[in-house]
């Protein structure tokens, strides 16, 4: 996708192929044109990581549901206590529902803000890869029904990463999770393997990728990663993905030996921009998205 640049006020925009290429920004200032998201990085001394924000992720919004849940059920009760103070008899009743809506609320949010505040921790984490990696946050391929917390691209390959805040020793044998707090006689594993959604993701994302780009070369492999916030599992035995703490993935990223092709790279930018709710790059200038 073409986008047309402000050397002004530095604003980004995406234009169809098809578009009318306007000469002038908004505010006054000159606009110049740019073929893709990689061109304009490369534009330019000195460049800043910068973020797009595109529109809030489905965690952020899983959480905020929740959020407000539990802001209408303390609203309720503090509603109720001031009725049953005034001598009414329903307020028992609305003290009830209050406290029962927002018990749900904080049992039901909990997992969607623990899972917020891990990507939180990720996204900071990415944001110090070198000046050739792009980051894209909350994929969502056509047709998927989850999503990909995080995908990067580089000159060295693509990377899915699914983030997990789990609490607790974990150990870890092939797709299965068996957190320790069980005894060996009755041993559980995580009803939804982290590991299998991560391969998941890459497959998904790489079919995507190898349908939408025309190439006659070896199509790239996509790495899946799982970050795991918390103690590091005791044990760990994997095939096809790697779990990872927090502080380990930048070196794990920049060591992995690949290669990718500057037209399968910057096809690939294009594409996962249009499905991610952020894009974060190395920009010349001050970035505001419209």
Same mark, same amino acid.
């Given at each position: 996708?073409?986008?047309?640049?402000?050397?002004?006020?530095?604003?980004?925009?995406?234009?169809?192929?098809?578009?009318?290429?306007?000469?002038?920004?908004?505010?006054?200032?000159?606009?110049?044109?740019?073929?893709?998201?990689?061109?304009?990085?490369?534009?330019?001394?000195?460049?800043?990581?910068?973020?797009?924000?595109?529109?809030?992720?489905?965690?952020?919004?899983?959480?905020?549901?929740?959020?407000?849940?539990?802001?209408?059920?303390?609203?309720?009760?503090?509603?109720?206590?001031?009725?049953?103070?005034?001598?009414?008899?329903?307020?028992?009743?609305?003290?009830?529902?209050?406290?029962?809506?927002?018990?749900?609320?904080?049992?039901?949010?909990?997992?969607?803000?623990?899972?917020?505040?891990?990507?939180?921790?990720?996204?900071?984490?990415?944001?110090?890869? #070198?000046?050739? +990696?792009?980051?894209?946050?909350?994929? !969502? /391929? =056509?047709? $998927?029904? *989850?999503?990909?917390?995080?995908?990067?691209?580089?000159?060295?390959?693509?990377?899915?990463?699914?983030?997990?805040?789990?609490?607790?020793?974990?150990?870890?044998?092939?797709?299965?999770?068996? #957190?320790?707090? +069980?005894?060996?006689?009755?041993?559980? !594993? /995580? =009803?939804? $393997?982290? *590991?299998?959604?991560?391969?998941?993701?890459?497959?998904?994302?790489?079919?995507?990728?190898?349908?939408?780009?025309?190439?006659?070369?070896?199509?790239?492999?996509?790495?899946?990663?799982?970050?795991?916030?918390?103690?590091?599992?005791?044990?760990?035995?994997?095939?096809?993905?790697?779990?990872?703490?927090?502080?380990?993935?930048?070196?794990?990223?920049?060591?992995?030996?690949?290669?990718?092709?500057?037209?399968?790279?910057?096809?690939?930018?294009?594409?996962?921009?249009?499905?991610?709710?952020?894009?974060?790059?190395?920009?010349?200038?001050?970035?505001?998205?419209?």
């Amino acid at each position: 996708m073409p986008y047309q640049v402000c050397d002004s006020c530095d604003i980004i925009y995406p234009i169809s192929e098809d578009e009318e290429v306007f000469e002038f920004c908004r505010c006054g200032g000159n606009l110049k044109y740019y073929r893709s998201l990689l061109e304009y990085s490369e534009d330019g001394s000195e460049p800043v990581r910068k973020v797009i924000r595109l529109q809030r992720t489905y965690t952020e919004n899983k959480a905020y549901d929740y959020r407000l849940i539990e802001i209408i059920g303390a609203f309720m009760s503090i509603i109720g206590f001031i009725w049953l103070m005034s001598g009414f008899l329903l307020a028992v009743l609305s003290v009830f529902a209050g406290i029962m809506i927002l018990l749900y609320g904080m049992k039901e949010g909990y997992s969607w803000k623990r899972g917020l505040k891990g990507e939180k921790v990720v996204n900071r984490v990415l944001e110090r890869l #070198p000046q050739d +990696y792009f980051v894209f946050y909350d994929v !969502k /391929l =056509p047709g $998927s029904k *989850g999503n990909i917390d995080h995908v990067v691209i580089g000159p060295n390959g693509i990377f899915v990463i699914e983030t997990k805040n789990y609490s607790g020793k974990y150990a870890i044998i092939a797709d299965d999770w068996y #957190p320790r707090r +069980y005894s060996t006689s009755r041993r559980k !594993k /995580l =009803p939804k $393997s982290p *590991g299998k959604q991560a391969k998941f993701n890459a497959i998904s994302l790489r079919n995507f990728l190898t349908k939408n780009i025309n190439t006659n070369k070896l199509k790239p492999w996509v790495h899946a990663i799982v970050v795991l916030i918390g103690q590091k599992p005791l044990k760990i035995i994997t095939k096809y993905y790697t779990v990872l703490q927090p502080h380990e993935v930048i070196d794990f990223i920049i060591k992995k030996k690949g290669k990718l092709t500057r037209s399968f790279k910057e096809e690939s930018i294009e594409l996962v921009a249009h499905y991610s709710t952020e894009v974060s790059f190395y920009a010349p200038q001050k970035l505001s998205p419209v």
